[in-house]
């Protein structure tokens, strides 16, 4: 004959019961890791450190395969998807990709509207990555997207720009690259400002910008948005009209750093297993500390990538990481 269970343990296994489902839910995260540069030419040792993030989605920010050849050809863009989709372990194609591109996985080097092999390029693109045959990109001049989802309570609206397909020819009158005041010159194209000013006006609590190449630097003389100082500046302006945090995320320099400029963060996440040599960095880092206005802190020359943490706690941490998954620097929105 069995014996009724006491109320007061009835209670008690209740009450440990809701404290568990309750602590799981507080803990739950969600993690978008995030990085740019990483050649199919060599090892990819950072893997093993994303992995230990249980990331949910990666984003790669452009160079994601080194294809790109001085004739523009696309020979050997294709060998390069190919030898890329050996060198990428596994579980990275399980997991939520999202990717946009820059000048090597475009074809010519600091390329842009001028180059004759974009559509081909772009068709080479989406198909490595995936993309849906019913995505716009699939009918649209660029790469450019967006996506709106519900992350643990946060609305977040993704934007991904292509700042190759329409950008107007860099000018070269001193440094690699010079600001060029010609406000004619482009770096989006009208097609795509328009679809980001009407995308950018959606719900959301939270709006991450991804631009292969970085918004805020002004002082180095490489590839950036200031080479069109007023394309930079209708870009920063229409930014900071947003009444809600608005994170940038870029690449391209095989350097990482964090710029802050009011509201606004960005977050160079740059180069995933090609940093610079040693040698060129002892010598830069003696002749040239790279510096910025807006720059925080010093840049990192090392392999290196970023997480984006979303909690139930109504928490949001950006965090850029060395290659054994330390942690470089972290801002919390």
Not at 28 to 44: A, D, L, M, N, P
Not at 60 to 81: C, I, P, Q, R, T
Not at 161 to 166: A, C, I, N, P, S
Not at 269 to 285: E, F, V, Y
Request: glycine share 6%.
């Amino acid at each position: 004959m069995s014996e009724l269970i006491p109320k007061t343990l009835v209670i008690a296994f209740l009450l440990i019961q809701s404290s568990i489902i309750l602590s799981t839910t507080e803990d739950e995260k969600y993690v978008i890791g995030f990085g740019s540069c990483i050649t199919e030419k060599r090892e990819q040792p950072i893997w093993e450190a994303i992995k230990n993030e249980n990331v949910d989605e990666f984003f790669f920010m452009g160079d994601n395969v080194y294809g790109d050849s001085d004739d523009g050809l696309l020979e050997k863009m294709e060998a390069s998807y190919e030898k890329q989709k050996q060198m990428f372990p596994k579980w990275v194609f399980n997991k939520k990709l999202n990717a946009i591109w820059d000048d090597h996985d475009y074809g010519k080097n600091d390329g842009g509207a001028e180059y004759p092999l974009k559509e081909k390029a772009q068709e080479l693109f989406l198909k490595f990555w995936n993309v849906d045959s019913k995505d716009p990109r699939h009918n649209r001049k660029g790469i450019y997207f967006n996506e709106e989802k519900e992350i643990l309570g946060h609305k977040v609206n993704l934007i991904a720009l292509d700042t190759r397909y329409h950008r107007s020819p860099l000018g070269q009158e001193d440094k690699p690259y010079s600001p060029v005041e010609d406000r004619t010159k482009t770096m989006l194209g009208e097609e795509q400002w328009q679809w980001l000013n009407d995308v950018i006006e959606r719900e959301s609590d939270l709006i991450i910008i991804v631009s292969s190449i970085q918004v805020m630097a002004t002082d180095h003389g490489f590839e950036k948005w200031h080479n069109f100082p007023y394309e930079r500046l209708r870009l920063l302006e229409l930014l900071e009209l947003q009444n809600k945090p608005v994170v940038i995320l870029s690449g391209d320099r095989h350097r990482a750093g964090f710029y802050e400029k009011g509201s606004l963060v960005e977050i160079t996440s740059s180069s995933m297993n090609k940093p610079p040599a040693r040698t060129l960095t002892a010598i830069w880092d003696t002749f040239f500390k790279e510096s910025d206005e807006l720059l925080i802190g010093e840049m990192y020359s090392k392999e290196n990538y970023g997480t984006i943490e979303f909690s139930q706690k109504n928490k949001v941490s950006i965090s850029l990481k060395d290659l054994k998954g330390d942690e470089i620097l972290s801002v919390e929105l």
